[in-house]
């Protein structure tokens, strides 16, 4: 298969783990035949101080015209700290999930059988998770009007949300539960927000299409709690964007590691595929940064294109990894901590 995919670095330790995903993807390639042509682009700090824009008109057109997109992190301390700044990195990541309609955005928590001891929750309350979020992310908080009001002392972000936009992910949610358990949660606050009570009557609505499927609503507050009590419990979870943001982000330490969570932000027409974690500023440079996140995206992407063997033999160096102690700082745990480029280098080889 020939794979023109679009390599979106972006800024901190981006660019590092990125360069690892390319590393494994290439030895995959090359182990299964395939052949990929890697389109690098600008599109966050690193946009806006190229040509003052965090998603330019040019890394739009290589991202439209790609097979699929993988994306490292945006961010950066001189915009974190200044809320007064006119053009931040992060508006290029909204605007890049707009403009390519990436509405679902499908983040699995996971746990690894040689970690179970390295997270912060008990051994035995998260033995046997294996749970996906899809979470709206073109619609909501994020995207409704916002401004400031009353000399700038009154703030004001609305929430919006379609009969459509639920549907669409809600589909996608049942779908997914069908290859699965059967078992789909919808996540919301319906007995205060009007959004929420149509998201909960539509996904009501769509029950009868699925039979096989049972559905569960939980408020969100609830879910957040059971998240830390009994995250082996659900399955597949369906919410809009911020409550999304807010629990995907919970639900990723549940593994040991923020720096082992893959995800996928699906569209119509183009997907993309990154890490969970952040730009993380502090490390970049230092090569102590975990790319098996990354490498995780990678393995996904190849599985969305129906190469499923490509994908488990990514996921299954990884493991190995892991089991060998070959891993970064975060992880090391007092033993030996190997840098992102060894780490790479490693599964490289042993996929």
């Not at 182990?31 to 700090?45: M, N, S, V, Y």
């Not at 994306?71 to 999930?97: C, T, W």
């Amino acid at each position: 298969m020939k794979l023109n995919i679009a390599l979106l670095a972006g800024d901190g330790i981006g660019p590092e783990v990125i360069n690892e995903a390319v590393k494994v993807s290439d030895a995959i390639a090359q182990k299964f035949g395939h052949e990929i042509t890697w389109k690098p682009a600008l599109t966050g700090a690193a946009a806006i101080d190229a040509v003052g824009e965090p998603y330019p008109d040019a890394t739009h057109e290589v991202c439209k015209n790609a097979d699929a997109v993988l994306f490292g992190a945006i961010g950066h301390p001189k915009y974190d700290n200044d809320p007064s700044a006119p053009v931040r990195p992060e508006q290029g990541l909204l605007k890049m999930r707009k403009a390519l309609g990436l509405f679902a955005n499908v983040r699995p928590t996971f746990t690894f059988p040689s970690l179970l001891d390295k997270s912060p929750l008990k051994r035995e309350r998260i033995e046997g998770t294996d749970l996906v979020f899809l979470r709206e992310l073109t619609g909501g908080i994020y995207f409704g009007e916002k401004g400031r009001k009353d000399g700038g002392d009154t703030a004001y972000d609305n929430c919006v949300y379609t009969r459509a936009e639920v549907q669409r992910l809600a589909k996608k949610g049942f779908e997914l539960a069908m290859t699965r358990s059967k078992k789909l949660c919808c996540v919301d606050k319906a007995n205060v927000l009007e959004t929420s009570r149509l998201w909960r009557e539509t996904v009501q609505a769509m029950e009868k299409d699925y039979p096989e499927v049972e559905v569960s609503y939980e408020f969100v507050d609830a879910v957040a709690m059971r998240l830390v009590q009994w995250p082996n419990s659900y399955d597949v979870l369906i919410t809009e964007n911020l409550f999304g943001d807010i629990l995907t982000d919970e639900a990723s330490v549940i593994s040991g590691s923020m720096g082992l969570m893959p995800s996928a932000s699906m569209g119509a027409e183009v997907s993309l595929f990154e890490p969970i974690h952040g730009s993380y500023p502090q490390a970049t440079g230092l090569n102590i940064a975990n790319p098996m996140a990354t490498i995780l995206s990678a393995a996904m992407m190849f599985e969305n294109f129906g190469l499923m063997e490509e994908g488990k033999a990514m996921r299954d160096a990884v493991n190995k990894a892991l089991e060998a102690g070959v891993v970064t700082e975060d992880l090391a745990n007092g033993g030996k901590a190997y840098g992102t480029k060894e780490v790479g280098d490693w599964l490289a080889a042993n996929v």
